[in-house]
């Protein structure tokens, strides 16, 4: 058994190095085996950020599997576009075309039927609902990729390198463009079903394995079984000692990692890495727990949602609700229950088109 750590601040200092060793390129090689077939594109033509950043959410031209054709005539056509360009005199939009990563993308998808996408540390999970919810994040063409990215807040994390390396000991008088290579990257893991139910996050501090979170903030029944928790403990914790462990040089043995259980629970896939750090969610713990769990030389502790009445259990709000609506609605909801919001949302549309109607009549 490890010596107990005696001191410990809340977390731990960070490099750039220790950064760069959690996006996507740099871990997988070392656990393709024990993760989900994924493709890495890069480098990326300097023009797909320069995309993703830019206003509003539409597709690349050429990213639809299939064109739609204008039904208008050349003359009706050309009427109105000169009607739109009358109301409104904004400066049009830049187009943007991405003729051979569309053909990458296709590849991928032609390899592993369907895709899910993610940049160099962030997925897009936040913009799951823009597809059907049936296979969410499921993306069999160009356009449902770029519609995943083009939807999400979560991705913008990786477009800044500034951001990407504020947490960093280095000095920051220079861009971290600058002083630090950085290139934008694209993933395409191979997608299937997952039962989230199974999904767990685990926190490794110093090289010691100090805390097990479900990721997936819903109740299920198993995991009350003391038999099933005993049972995933041994296997998260082997499956730590086995192929992660000792692996993490750059970090100092401080880092976190998502895992998939088998449905026997007795093995895992690796989902993701993530630095021991503010930016990672600690979900069931906070980091105080885990600094003090740290500090005590005792085995893994496992947090799971132990009741539907938990405080951390998901109730009737769909998750990252936030970006499934436009903040002035959310405001407008002031905590209301959905019924009442969905109420006097209505009352809202319908006054605005009566005044609408009202100023209609005035003019004729």
């Known amino acids: 058994m490890p010596s107990p750590i005696t001191e410990l601040t809340l977390f731990p200092t960070l490099t750039r190095d220790a950064i760069l060793s959690f996006q996507f390129s740099s ?17 990326l033509d300097p023009e797909f950020k320069d995309y993703l950043d830019s206003e509003g959410v539409f597709i690349p031209e050429g990213a639809e599997d299939t064109l739609i054709e204008s039904t208008l005539s050349d003359d009706e056509d050309e009427a109105e576009n000169h009607d739109d360009s009358d109301e409104n005199e904004d400066e049009p939009r830049r187009k943007f075309s991405f003729p051979e990563l569309d053909a990458k993308i296709r590849a991928a998808i032609s390899k592993y039927t369907a895709v899910f996408p993610k940049l160099n540390f962030s997925s897009p999970r936040d913009a799951a609902w823009m597809l059907p919810a049936s296979s969410p994040m ?8 770029y519609l995943l990215l083009k939807s999400s807040d979560f991705i913008l994390h990786d477009l ?58 819903n109740y299920y029944d198993f995991w009350n079984e003391t038999t099933t928790q005993r049972k995933v403990l041994d ?26 259980l088998t ?10 890495f993530n630095p021991y750090a503010p930016r990672t969610d600690p979900l069931l713990f906070t980091y105080d ?25 998901t109730r009737n709000a769909p998750a990252h609700q936030h970006n499934m609506v436009p903040l002035e609605a959310l405001a407008l909801s002031q905590g209301r229950s959905l019924e009442d919001f ?15 109607d009202m100023a209609g009549l005035s003019m004729t």
């Open 235 to 260: 296997a998260v914790t082997n499956f730590w000692e086995t192929n992660i462990k000792g692996k993490w040089e750059a970090t100092d043995g401080n880092y976190v990692f998502d895992i998939l």
């Open 263 to 272: 449905v026997d629970l007795t093995r895992a896939h690796i989902i993701d």
């Open 160 to 217: 800044d390198p500034e951001v990407v390396f504020e947490e960093t000991v280095e000095e920051k008088s220079q861009s971290a463009s600058d002083t630090y290579p950085y290139q934008l990257e694209l993933i395409l893991r191979k997608w299937y079903p997952v039962d989230h139910s199974r999904e767990l996050r685990c926190f490794v501090r110093r090289e010691r394995l100090i805390g097990i979170s479900q990721r997936d903030p």
């Open 342 to 356: 969905t109420g006097s949302l209505q009352e809202e549309i319908m006054k605005s088109t009566l005044e609408d």
């Open 289 to 313: 727990e885990l600094q003090t769990l740290a500090l005590k030389n005792l085995e893994p502790t496992l947090r799971v949602i132990d009741s539907r009445n938990h405080p951390a259990a």
């Open 138 to 145: 499921r993306c069999t063409s160009p356009a449902d990729v």
């Open 27 to 43: 871990w997988y090689p070392k656990y393709s085996s024990q993760s989900i077939k994924s493709t890495i594109i890069r480098p």
